[in-house]
């Protein structure tokens, strides 16, 4: 007797279950091959269009394209969504168009910015010298000693840091301010630049000695190397490249 009621209780579940599925597969016939759950997102997500005023050509077509893509994906297990997001999110998305990522508002840290475009300049400077070395030896030997090199490097790396962050600030700003600060600071980097060369320039040659174009080939690759180790290890921005 007991048998006889447990099975059933089986067999009215069984109906239920039936019953279910197929008040969700004769909703207007529109999404029929589809899974259950598919067919039920598509008509979730008409409604949910439909309570938004869309307008009913293009959600025709949009629900069209999205019946055909899920007929074939479902065949791979995916369901509708794993693909598009909650019904919500896809509205949304439908009706306003996909989300704009919004613009970094804040830049690195102040010896990271630094340290990356001084690794930067670094290996132009490098492969400007090698250049140098290669094809005009004298003009290599005026201006391609190695504290030349490590110090036009590092001044550039800061002020390109400073001038970025200044750069990041004058945005803020409006109207004339905003030019004129950002005519000081480009003004201010190229003082520092010139007043920086003009101190090297005291330095002599024989202590500021010019490498061969080899040694500086192998500096701008080791450079290079380094760069982008830590560009993995500090998850670099780089504002330039």
């Not at 630094?114 to 070395?133: P, Q, S, V």
């Not at 201010?188 to 500021?208: D, K, M, R, T, Y």
């Not at 192998?218 to 780089?238: D, E, H, Q, T």
């Amino acid at each position: 007797m007991a048998e006889e009621s447990r099975r059933n209780e089986q067999a009215a579940k069984r109906q239920q279950e039936r019953a279910k599925e197929v008040q969700v597969t004769v909703r207007d016939g529109k999404f029929s091959g589809l899974t259950k759950r598919n067919e039920d997102y598509l008509f979730h997500l008409d409604k949910a269009l439909t309570e938004r005023n869309y307008d009913p050509e293009k959600k025709e077509q949009v629900l069209t394209l999205m019946y055909e893509e899920l007929k074939d994906k479902q065949r791979q297990g995916i369901v509708a969504t794993k693909l598009y997001g909650t019904v919500t999110e896809k509205a949304e998305e439908i009706v306003n168009g996909p989300k704009k990522e919004d613009e970094p508002t804040e830049l690195p840290k102040f010896w990271v910015l630094a340290l990356d475009n001084g690794l930067i300049m670094f290996i132009m400077f490098c492969i400007m010298y090698t250049l140098l070395g290669l094809f005009s030896p004298k003009q290599a030997d005026v201006s391609g000693g190695w504290i030349t090199l490590l110090a036009t490097s590092t001044i550039a790396g800061i002020g390109l840091a400073f001038f970025y962050r200044s750069m990041l600030s004058a945005r803020k700003e409006k109207g004339r301010r905003r030019w004129i600060r950002t005519l000081l600071v480009t003004l201010e980097l190229i003082l520092i630049w010139i007043v920086a060369f003009g101190v090297i320039a005291f330095i002599p040659v024989s202590i500021n000695k010019t490498m061969e174009p080899i040694v500086y080939a192998i500096l701008a690759g080791l450079g290079y190397l380094a760069r982008r180790y830590l560009k993995k290890k500090f998850n670099f921005r780089s504002v330039m490249f």
